[in-house]
């Protein structure tokens, strides 16, 4: 099971922190990632971190903007997201790894969150 939570509201150039808690997997030898869905689009692939958490991956829409981590210890992981903008606006999901690689392709997830909403004004 995988639970999101810290989306919400926020004017543009605002920030905002969304977590992933996962259970009864093994976290810690998996892939995560972030998703996103806005009305009307496909699901894109926004970030994602190796299982050492040493590697990440960022779509070209929000590198330098926003930052994926992971707590292993805790079974979580985030996406700090700063300086949004009203293109961010989507339902983001979490997303845990299938097998070895990992990417910000869904190609390379089996496992999905419910979502949580992110809307920038």
């Known amino acids: 099971q995988l639970v999101e939570s810290g989306g919400g509201s926020v004017q543009s150039g605002g920030s905002l922190r969304l977590s992933c808690a996962a259970s009864r997997w093994p976290f810690s030898r998996s892939c995560m990632g972030w998703f996103r869905q806005a009305p009307g689009k496909e699901r894109e692939g926004v970030a994602a971190v190796y299982s050492s958490g040493s590697i990440t991956h960022y779509a070209d829409s929000v590198r330098g903007r926003f930052t994926i981590s992971r707590d292993n210890a805790k079974n979580t992981v985030y996406l700090q997201m700063d300086s949004l903008k009203s293109e961010d606006t989507a339902m983001y999901y979490c997303?845990?790894?299938?097998?070895?690689?990992?990417?910000?392709?869904?190609?390379?997830?089996?496992?999905w969150g419910q979502g949580t909403q992110v809307t920038v004004s």
């Open positions: 997303a845990l790894g299938s097998g070895r690689t990992c990417g910000t392709e869904t190609r390379h997830f089996g496992y």
